[in-house]
């Protein structure tokens, strides 16, 4: 299992965002929708065996994460509005369980939403082997990860807080990078996708 998780700084848990105006409507969730096809979709397809946790912090008093599951999603396509609509009817929708609470609880086919931040996955991540992605880690290519279970955390066009690093140190994660660059969130989720699959050959 492959995991990404986009951490959030300005978007919002909310729907009320215009689908034609989405950076400066909705606290660049339009960064996230790239990072979401990045994680999840190749040409003609999905990647089954990857989950994305968007990390929506940009409400400070409601932070909230959705979890898009590649294996049971559906009607995925990669344009950016085609997303943004799938993200927009996940965050309008109550829960199964009635609201949003800090366990993952359905909202529409592969997606799942709960309440809280970085913290929320401490359960999620139990027994997955957690990096940290930052231009001043050790090099991917040296250090490839070999578990089954992996976990990839990074910042969007912000990059991570204080706050954000501290809780997501508490995975104790290993930290690298992809380039020598700083590169957009999502293409260093591509970049981190095709060293696995060129090591998977
Ligand atoms: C656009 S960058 C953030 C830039 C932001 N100005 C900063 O200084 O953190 C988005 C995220 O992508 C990841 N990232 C960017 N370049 C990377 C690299 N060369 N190696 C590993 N991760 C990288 C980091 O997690 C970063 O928080």
């Known amino acids: 299992m492959r995991r990404f998780v986009?951490?959030?700084q300005k978007a919002r848990a909310s729907a009320d965002f215009l689908l034609v105006d989405i950076p400066s409507t909705s606290g660049r969730l339009d960064v996230l929708l790239r990072c979401l096809r990045a994680a999840l979709l190749v040409s003609h397809g999905v990647r089954?065996?990857?989950?994305?946790?968007?990390?929506?912090?940009g409400d400070p008093g409601r932070p909230v994460t959705l979890r898009i599951e590649g294996s049971a999603s559906r009607y995925l396509r990669p344009d950016e509005r085609s997303l943004a609509t799938v993200i927009k009817k996940a965050l309008a929708l109550p829960p199964a369980t009635g609201s949003v609470t800090p366990t993952f609880s359905p909202v529409r086919a592969g997606i799942t939403i709960a309440e809280g931040g970085i913290e929320t996955l401490e359960d999620e991540l139990a027994?997955?082997?957690?990096?940290l992605l930052d231009e001043a880690g050790e090099d991917l290519r040296e250090h490839l990860p070999s578990a089954e279970d992996v976990t990839f955390f990074l910042g969007d066009?912000?990059?991570l807080?204080?706050?954000?690093?501290?809780c997501i140190h508490a995975f104790a994660p290993h930290a690298l990078r992809v380039g020598p660059l700083?590169?957009?969130?999502?293409?260093?989720?591509?970049?981190?996708?095709?060293?696995l699959d060129r090591r998977i050959g």
Do not use: C, F, M, Q
């Open 6 to 8: 986009v951490v959030a």
């Open 48 to 57: 089954r065996d990857t989950v994305v946790y968007l990390v929506l912090l």
């Open 127 to 131: 027994g997955s082997k957690v990096y």
């Open 157 to 159: 066009h912000i990059g």
């Open 161 to 166: 807080d204080p706050h954000a690093l501290t």
């Open 182 to 195: 700083s590169l957009h969130s999502e293409d260093v989720i591509t970049l981190v996708h095709n060293e």
